[in-house]
């Protein structure tokens, strides 16, 4: 477990804290435990007329669950990935979920994509989102989708995409500051 602080031993600690307005609610974000993880995240450019944003969001940089502190780092990147998600985001915009190159112990528990949603669900963000591309999608990805479909709004279950490889995928988004990483 990870001993609680006091407020005096906060402020010796060298961590990096950035502050967030989530819901309003005012959350703060540990940036030292995310600082490794932050690429799973990345601004991909722009699509059609506008300042129409491509937030790709790559499975392989999350944190490897047999971590001891696995939940509060995956808490503090959901904190990033929404807040950071605010900031990208002007008008309409699609996410490009890479999926490949992931191990399954990097996945995202089902409990970390509901919250996610959630948060999306009743933000601005809910309404801004075009499509959610998942790129390289596996069996898990599949059936997960497949068997909460039914508590999912069928408005955001009609943004969801399939896209088999990255050939499909550059027919559909322009690709010239999507970041792919090697892996994938």
Known sequence: SIPEYTAEEEREDNR???TVVIGEQEQRIDMKVIEPYKKVISHGGYYGD???AIIVFAACFLPDSSRTDYNYVMEN???Y?????ELMVAEDYMIVYLNG???RRRMPGLGWMKKCYQMIDRRRLRKNLKSFIIVHPSWFIR???????PFISSKFSSKIQYVNTLAE???IIPMEY???PDSI
Not at 143 to 149: D, E, G, K, S
């Open 50 to 52: 506008g300042l129409n």
């Open 169 to 171: 995928l550059c027919e």
């Open 178 to 180: 999507v970041h792919i």
């Open 77 to 79: 990147l959901f904190l």
């Open 101 to 103: 190159a992931t191990p």
């Open 81 to 85: 990935v929404i807040s950071t998600l």
């Open 16 to 18: 990096l804290w950035r």
């Open 143 to 149: 059936t997960i989708l497949a068997v909460t479909r």
